[in-house]
């Protein structure tokens, strides 16, 4: 696996070197546009339909659209100015019930490996989350950008996974044509259909299921490759210096009798405020780029004129007598 980061757990006063590594990734068989004629892969051109010629990344600059064509812009050092410290760390604040937390937060996932020197403090954090069923709420920069994460258990493995803040999950009372909740449903047709749950209840077995669609697409291409129908286009280390017992004593000093209650994250019940029109995502600025690319220019009936011009000249001076 590749490192994607390298930090430290900050547990207390306890700090715990990880290596971050991706735990999910997307196995769609993804296609490449090709020209028609040659094969070639197509290249897709940054354009300015303003100035009607392509535009180097220097030219380049960044703007936030808050109307229709209007647009405040901002430049590396107003981003610099906000960017949050990068901290190596990742920050532990509470600890809660998995069960607190809705599946709708969860974004991506990452394993977590200790580091050298950091074995023992690893198989620490791991046994004390198993024995108490807690998982952690941590926040944790990466990229210039800081997230709100969940580090829990997962076979054993201490995992970091990213959860969405609570103004990023839209409420329910957005989504249109919702049957009310007090909904009179027939007696016995609540009762057929919880039997058929039970009927259908089963462990989860993740290896039963499978992408089908991606198994059917992988068979004709390699039919298709067996058939030769192929096309070939033109040419550093961080040690503890705290003793780890002493550590966890006065991590433990610290945080008695403060009886901090557990975090319970619930998607917001009010409406949120209207969103802000975002920046048109890449593909389709891209696309639209592509559109506005300039007609190009024909000198088909430039060439024709000056032609005809020219022969009319010749049979005159041929009809000259001398």
Not at 96 to 108: C, R, S
Not at 140 to 158: G, K, P
Not at 207 to 233: F, M
Request: proline share 7%; charged share 25%.
């Amino acid at each position: 696996m590749h490192t994607v980061w390298k930090g430290s757990i900050s547990f207390g006063l306890v700090n715990i070197p990880v290596r971050m590594f991706t735990a999910t990734e997307e196995r769609d068989i993804r296609f490449r546009q090709l020209h028609k004629e040659c094969h070639t892969p197509i290249k897709y051109a940054k354009m300015c339909p303003h100035c009607e010629r392509e535009v180097d990344a220097s030219e380049i600059v960044r703007g936030y659209e808050y109307e229709k064509g209007h647009f405040v812009m901002i430049d590396d050092s107003d981003l610099e100015a906000i960017t949050p410290e990068t901290r190596r760390a990742i920050e532990i604040l509470d600890f809660v019930d998995l069960q607190e937390i809705d599946p709708i937060y969860f974004d991506k996932s990452y394993f977590l490996s200790p580091q050298e020197t950091g074995e023992k403090a690893y198989a620490l954090l791991r046994a004390a989350m198993e024995q108490s069923g807690k998982i952690a709420v941590a926040q944790v920069t990466m990229r210039n950008r800081q997230s709100l994460a969940v580090i829990r258990l997962y076979e054993h493995c201490i995992m970091l996974e990213t959860i969405y803040y609570p103004d990023e999950v839209r409420p329910v009372s957005q989504v249109p044509a919702l049957p009310e909740a007090t909904v009179t449903l027939a007696e016995n047709e609540l009762k057929m259909a919880t039997e058929l749950i039970g009927n259908m209840t089963i462990p989860f077995e993740p290896a039963k299921y499978a992408d089908e669609y991606r198994s059917e697409l992988q068979s004709l291409i390699e039919k298709k490759l067996e058939g030769q129908e192929i096309t070939t286009a033109p040419t550093v280390a961080r040690a503890n210096v705290i003793d780890l017992m002493q550590a966890l004593r006065e991590s433990l000093e610290t945080t008695a009798g403060q009886g901090a209650s557990p975090v319970k994250l619930e998607p917001e019940a009010t409406p949120a405020p209207p969103p802000a029109k975002a920046k048109p995502s890449k593909k389709r600025a891209t696309s639209s780029k592509k559109e506005a690319s300039p007609p190009t220019k024909t000198t088909t009936g430039t060439a024709t004129s000056t032609s005809t011009s020219t022969t009319k000249t010749l049979r005159r001076k041929k009809a000259t007598p001398v």
